[in-house]
């Protein structure tokens, strides 16, 4: 017993290769699909394309930073594709009625974070699914953003908002003096939050609750993890994040809009399950969500290059989906 006990643990520990790919894997990907994408697709590798793809996932991106602890904790989140539009709308609302820029980010923030923690409470305290649960609230705030805007867009003329939308540095100019290349605020905020939470993940006491969680509810509240805590506090986080990315995507667009970006909540957790991080809980890093959420992101915009009509890329959004589910699962069961 005693001498084939180090070798069922030698024969059970993942290879360094294997570890490597585990960690890395999906930023090979990356790299190579924008590789792939530079040269078999026109105008891809140019600056203005490079500006438009980190625009475009930056939404996605800002709220994959959150979506990243519910998965990790076990849970998900779909009130955030209709909390979207609604902290856009009221963000909007505030500003058109008091031009009160501080009052209308925290207005929409506010309104974020209630109801995360709505989504919280019921999940943590009274244990009902999550899916039930974020489905119930999603079709509530829906309902709430229609009901702010009288079913009809407003439209943002404050200098301030519109400025913070629009600000851009690094800036490259050409030859002729016009702009090259430039990143906006909204990435560059992005980016920012892709190292909080990061961190918070990986070297704060809450990540390492937040995996504990995901890993085994049980066991973590055994441990003495102030599970129920841990589970709220993810879905404030969630809700107050995902009214930001709804402020400064009505900011970009200068209405606050209801009906603003449909279907994104599968698109957020599309990009997480595809870069790693596993629909059971208890495995997530940030890398793995920044490589899924420019994977979806280059995906879409080869393919709007390409001229591929909108039919085709459902069909190839739903495969990527279901691959990367079917991955995960491959991964549980290794």
Same mark, same amino acid.
């Given at each position: 017993m005693s001498a084939s006990a180090p070798s069922t643990a030698a024969s059970a520990k993942p290879s360094t290769? $294997? $570890? +490597?790919?585990?960690?890395?894997?999906?930023?090979?990907?990356l790299a190579a699909?924008? =590789?792939?994408? %530079? /040269?078999?697709?026109?105008?891809?590798? %140019?600056?203005n394309n490079a500006e438009s793809v980190l625009l475009a996932v930056s939404t996605v991106g800002i709220v994959a930073t959150t979506m990243l602890f519910c998965l990790a904790s076990g849970n998900f989140d779909l009130s955030v594709g209709t909390i979207i539009p609604a902290g856009g709308v009221l963000c909007a609302l505030i500003l058109r009625d008091t031009g009160n820029l501080p009052l209308a980010i925290a207005g929409s923030l506010g309104f974020g974070a209630i109801v995360g923690l709505i989504n919280g409470v019921v999940v943590a305290k009274f244990k009902i699914n999550p899916l039930i649960t974020t489905l119930s609230t999603m079709m509530m705030v829906k309902g709430l953003a229609f009901a702010f805007a009288d079913s009809r867009s407003i439209g943002i003329s404050h200098d301030g908002i519109l400025g913070l939308a629009n600000a851009a540095?690094?800036?490259?100019?050409?030859?002729?003096?016009?702009?090259? +290349?430039?990143?906006? $605020?909204?990435?560059?905020?992005?980016?920012? =939050?892709?190292? =909080?939470?990061?961190?918070?993940?990986?070297?704060?006491? +809450?990540?390492?609750?937040?995996?504990?969680?995901? !890993?085994?509810?049980?066991? $973590?509240?055994?441990? !003495?993890?102030?599970?129920?805590?841990? *589970?709220?506090t993810i879905f404030v986080l969630q809700g107050a994040i995902a009214a930001l990315a709804g402020t400064l995507l009505a900011a970009r667009m200068g209405i606050g809009d209801p009906k603003v970006a449909p279907g994104i909540e599968l698109s957020i957790i599309s990009a997480c399950v595809l870069g790693g991080v596993s629909l059971?809980?208890?495995? !997530?890093?940030? %890398?793995?969500?920044?490589?899924?959420? /420019?994977?979806?992101?280059?995906?879409?915009?080869?393919?709007?290059?390409?001229?591929? *009509?909108?039919?085709?890329?459902?069909?190839?959004?739903?495969?990527?989906?279901? %691959?990367?589910? =079917?991955?995960?699962?491959?991964?549980?069961?290794?």
């Open positions: 290769t $294997a $570890a +490597f790919l585990d960690r890395a894997g999906m930023l090979l990907i699909l924008i =590789l792939v994408c %530079s /040269f078999a697709v026109p105008n891809f590798a %140019s600056p540095f690094p800036v490259i100019h050409n030859d002729r003096g016009g702009i090259l +290349f430039q990143i906006t $605020a909204p990435v560059w905020i992005c980016f920012g =939050l892709f190292g =909080l939470f990061g961190f918070l993940l990986q070297r704060t006491t +809450f990540g390492r609750n937040t995996l504990a969680v995901g !890993g085994n509810e049980e066991a $973590a509240r055994l441990a !003495g993890i102030p599970v129920d805590r841990v *589970k709220i059971s809980g208890g495995i !997530g890093r940030m %890398s793995y969500v920044i490589a899924g959420v /420019f994977i979806m992101g280059i995906v879409e915009n080869a393919m709007n290059l390409l001229n591929i *009509k909108h039919d085709y890329q459902y069909i190839v959004r739903g495969a990527i989906l279901l %691959s990367a589910v =079917l991955f995960d699962r491959f991964r549980q069961n290794r």
